[in-house]
Structure formats: structure tokens, C-alpha cells
């Protein structure tokens, strides 16, 4: 009989002859043993490969974990018929998901939303000059997205100069101190800040010159000026409006949601042999 065990990260596991090991931010299991297959432990690993149960619902991270343990366990031989047949349809249901529903349209991360709005605002972002003041986690994610999407002129500011130089080195980009940052303001195309200052970084005295400009606030209290929604030539977005959209994506991942706990109730009905609770 297949079996599933939780554990928290610090605890000591003894594993058995047959096992598969997830291990993520949130949770640790060890699926372990053969033969039948408890049909709430089916569901379980359905639901967690889809992204169902994770924090932020539909995330493709984890059917990546998923894969990864399951072919981990395959390589040193700990995969029993039973799992292979477990981890096989989990894989394949997850798949399935993400086809038929949107379970994992909509960012759902700061970083990812204000990506979303620069490439809405500003589809042709391999020309775009851009501007990242403040070194920070989300800063340095968003630097991540902006890389894999081959993103090629990058300013970091940030008032501890050594501070952006170290950033701006791991991502190819170049640096710049706060008091400097007047010096490209009128060339870039893309702003954002996400800096822990207690007053305005970008004051609106700073946009005179006559050029079309999308600016990203993430700071809380704000570092740019809110008076520039009024200024044509720019196209401003603050920490409210970033939140507002992941309200909005997390509201259309719910409604996909139950579509996609339908697909996974009408695969796990498929396995039900007569009236026994368990998948042969």
C-alpha cells in the first residue's frame, strides 16, 4: 500500500525502500511503499503538482519540485510500481490543468505585476532604456525577470553607491549613485523605485523635459511625485495599483480554481475500482 508522511524541515527521517522525497518552502513528504493507491493520497498529490495548494494558487514552480523528486527518486532506484503509477498521472493531471483551465494566468508577485505592466505599456522592451533605483529582494527579482527576458540597457541607483556597483555587477548592468541618477532621467524610457526613504526620491520638478515615460513606484510611502499622473508624456503606476491587479489576478485564479478541482475529481473517479478506496 502506497502511504504518504509529513514532516516539518528540522525533523530526522527514517526512509523507507521505496520512497519519493518533496521537499519545498512550505511542505515535506515522503510518498513512500507499493501497490495500491489510497485515493486521498491520489488527490493530495494531484492537487499539490497543480498548484492548487500552494500559497499562491496555480504556481508553476511546483510541478517543477514534483518532477524533480519524483526523477531524483528514479535515479537511485527508490521508485516502486506503485509510485511510478502515482507520480506518472500526477504529472500528466497537472499538465492537463494547465491546458485546460488558466489556472496560472495573472502575475501574482510585485515583481511579476510590474513586469506585466511594462511589457502592456511598453511592448518593445529589448529597445528600452531602464531605470531600477533601490537595491532590495524585489528590486534584485525583478532585475532576475527583466535578464530572462533579455532586457539590455539597465541603470541600478541606489544611495550606498557600493551597494548598487554589487547589484548592478551580478546583472551586467550600471551603477549609479542617488545624485547622479538626473543624468539619464531625460534618456530612459522605464522607472522603478522601490526604496525604505521616507520622502520623495523623483519629484515631479525632475520630468520638464518633453519625453513619453512609464514610471513604476513600489515604495510605501511613495518615492515618486503622484502630481506626474497629471504630466501627458507619462504613464504612472504606484504600490495601490500593483496591489489592485493582484486582487484582481487572485479573484480570476479562484474562478479556474474550481475547474480545475473538477478535472482532478473526474481522473480520480476514473480509478475507482467497484467501491474499493484505492487506485490499482
Known amino acids: 500500500m502506497i502511504f504518504l508522511q509529513t514532516y516539518k524541515h528540522e525533523d530526522k527521517i527514517d526512509f523507507p525502500r521505496y520512497f519519493v522525497y518533496l521537499q519545498t518552502c512550505k511542505r515535506v513528504e515522503v510518498y513512500g511503499g507499493d501497490g495500491d493507491i489510497p485515493l486521498y493520497i491520489a488527490k493530495h498529490l494531484f492537487e499539490v503538482s497543480s498548484g492548487l495548494k500552494s500559497p499562491i494558487v496555480g504556481e508553476n514552480q511546483i510541478q517543477c519540485q514534483v518532477r524533480d523528486a519524483y526523477l531524483r527518486a528514479i535515479e537511485h532506484n527508490h521508485v516502486s510500481s506503485g509510485l511510478h503509477t502515482l507520480f506518472q498521472n500526477a504529472l500528466r493531471i497537472s499538465k492537463k490543468i494547465r491546458t485546460k483551465t488558466k489556472i496560472s494566468t495573472g502575475a501574482m508577485t510585485y515583481s511579476s505585476v510590474a513586469f506585466e505592466i511594462i511589457k502592456q505599456e511598453w511592448p518593445n522592451l529589448d529597445t528600452a532604456k531602464i ?14 525577470i527583466l535578464a530572462k527576458n533579455k532586457s ?23 551603477a549609479l549613485s542617488l545624485k547622479n ?10 522607472v522603478i523605485s522601490c526604496t525604505s526613504a521616507p520622502h520623495l526620491i523623483l519629484k515631479k520638478e525632475k520630468f520638464l523635459h518633453n519625453k513619453k515615460q512609464l514610471l ?9 511625485d503622484p502630481d506626474l499622473r497629471s504630466n501627458k508624456n507619462i504613464r504612472l503606476f504606484d504600490f495601490k495599483d500593483i496591489e489592485e491587479r493582484i ?19 473526474r ?6 475500482p467497484t467501491k474499493r478506496n484505492y487506485i490499482k
Open 131 to 144: 531605470l531600477i533605483i533601490g537595491v532590495n529582494n524585489l528590486n534584485r527579482d525583478l532585475l532576475k
Open 152 to 174: 539590455n540597457t539597465i541603470f541600478v541607483g541606489n544611495r550606498t553607491f557600493f551597494k548598487a556597483e554589487a547589484l548592478a555587477r551580478e546583472f551586467a548592468c550600471r
Open 181 to 190: 541618477i538626473d543624468e539619464v532621467l531625460p534618456e530612459v524610457d522605464i
Open 216 to 224: 513604476i513606484d513600489l515604495a510605501v510611502p511613495c518615492d515618486i
Open 247 to 265: 486582487k484582481d489576478n487572485l479573484s480570476f485564479r479562484q474562478d479556474e480554481y474550481e475547474k480545475a478541482m473538477a478535472i482532478i475529481s
Open 267 to 272: 481522473d480520480v473517479a476514473c480509478y475507482v
